[in-house]
Nanobody
Framework: QVQLVESGGGLVQAGGSLRLSCVAS????????MGWYRQAPGKQRELVAV???????NYVDSVKGRFTISRDSAKNTVLLQMNSLKPEDTAVYYC??????????????WGQGTQVTVSS
């Protein structure tokens, strides 16, 4: 089993910054992809940013230039630095990971979510 534990959410004023952290633990061979999704009230969960094991990144258009995703593979950690936050960034942010749990098996895991609230 794999656990993802997030931290770093909170309340911030528009224009401020927050950094989210997610640590993976448990039994697995390796982590392929780590990323962040978010879900605002009444909306579907959307991809925010992802990073692969080789360091390739992808962002939703609305956060490009403001958010930066990074990972420390040695610590099984993914970070999301969020700058110039806007009220529309308010959501529950979920850590996601695609993990190699066996020689020929990859599984998806989710964190419990962390609330990010941006006040205007």
């Amino acid at each position: 089993q794999v656990q993802l534990v997030e931290s770093g959410g909170g309340l911030v004023q528009a224009g401020g910054s927050l950094r989210l952290s997610c640590v993976a633990s448990g039994r697995f061979f390796s982590i392929h992809v780590m990323g962040w999704y978010r879900q605002a009230p009444g909306k579907q969960r959307e991809l925010v940013a992802v990073i692969t094991s080789t360091g390739s990144t992808n962002y939703v258009d609305s956060v490009k230039g403001r958010f930066t995703i990074s990972r420390d593979s040695a610590k099984n950690t993914v970070l999301l630095q969020m700058n110039s936050l806007k009220p529309e960034d308010t959501a529950v942010y979920y850590c996601h990971s695609n993990v190699r749990t066996d020689m020929y098996r990859f599984d998806d895991y989710w964190g419990q979510g962390t609330q990010v609230t941006v006040s205007s």
